[in-house]
């Protein structure tokens, strides 16, 4: 009768440390600033105005990821919304096919506007799952090291500045 209960005691301490029971999830997010100049350009009669931006963020810089660095065991990307912090002129539109980029050296995540984004301070875009985006963005993030965040494409004026600001929200483990 002992002996049953000596066992029935081992598997389920067993089955507690077997487990992800002890596991702590943070969630946190990493963040970067699209700085985008549009140039006032010579060509008077262009309908596109074309831009590009980029920044990197190092994963170290977040506070949790740096405080938890030794005690990872996954990292996974849950969010990835676009915000308007600050545009120079009314009535701008980022045009169809302008494309949001995540990449390190050994992953590229991708997403083109399938519609025209209309431009305002507030506005938000969230980009979406699409199947494995975000499993590969969990990749580049599991390398903790620097990764380039950047955006390509064209707008509908020129002489104009915009601040978009990436938020990546993670689950740590």
Same mark, same amino acid.
């Given at each position: 009768?002992?002996?049953?209960?000596? #066992?029935? #005691?081992?598997?389920?301490?067993?089955?507690?440390?077997?487990?992800?029971?002890?596991?702590?999830?943070?969630?946190?997010?990493?963040?970067?600033?699209?700085?985008?100049?549009? !140039?006032?350009?010579?060509?008077?009669?262009?309908?596109?105005?074309?831009?590009?931006?980029?920044?990197?963020?190092?994963?170290?810089?977040?506070?949790?990821?740096? !405080?938890?660095?030794?005690?990872?065991?996954?990292?996974?990307?849950?969010?990835?919304?676009?915000?308007? !912090?600050?545009?120079?002129?009314?009535?701008?539109?980022?045009?169809?096919?302008?494309?949001?980029?995540?990449?390190?050296?050994?992953?590229?995540?991708?997403? +083109?506007?399938?519609?025209?984004?209309?431009?305002?301070?507030?506005?938000?875009?969230?980009?979406?799952?699409?199947?494995?985006?975000?499993?590969?963005?969990?990749?580049?993030?599991?390398?903790?090291?620097?990764? +380039?965040?950047?955006?390509?494409?064209?707008?509908?004026?020129?002489?104009?500045?915009? +601040?978009?600001?990436?938020?990546?929200?993670? +689950?740590?483990?």
């Amino acid at each position: 009768k002992n002996m049953t209960k000596l #066992l029935m #005691l081992l598997m389920l301490i067993a089955g507690f440390t077997s487990c992800s029971l002890f596991d702590i999830d943070v969630d946190t997010t990493m963040s970067a600033d699209l700085e985008i100049d549009i !140039e006032d350009s010579a060509m008077k009669s262009a309908a596109a105005y074309p831009f590009e931006s980029e920044a990197v963020i190092d994963p170290m810089d977040n506070d949790d990821m740096d !405080e938890y660095a030794d005690k990872i065991e996954r990292i996974k990307a849950t969010g990835i919304i676009g915000t308007v !912090e600050y545009v120079s002129k009314k009535d701008l539109v980022l045009y169809k096919g302008t494309m949001f980029t995540i990449s390190n050296s050994k992953h590229i995540v991708t997403w +083109t506007l399938e519609d025209e984004w209309p431009i305002e301070k507030g506005t938000v875009l969230e980009l979406p799952d699409g199947g494995d985006n975000y499993d590969a963005v969990s990749k580049i993030l599991t390398s903790m090291d620097p990764f +380039t965040v950047s955006c390509e494409g064209t707008a509908s004026d020129k002489g104009v500045t915009i +601040t978009i600001r990436i938020d990546i929200e993670t +689950t740590i483990t």
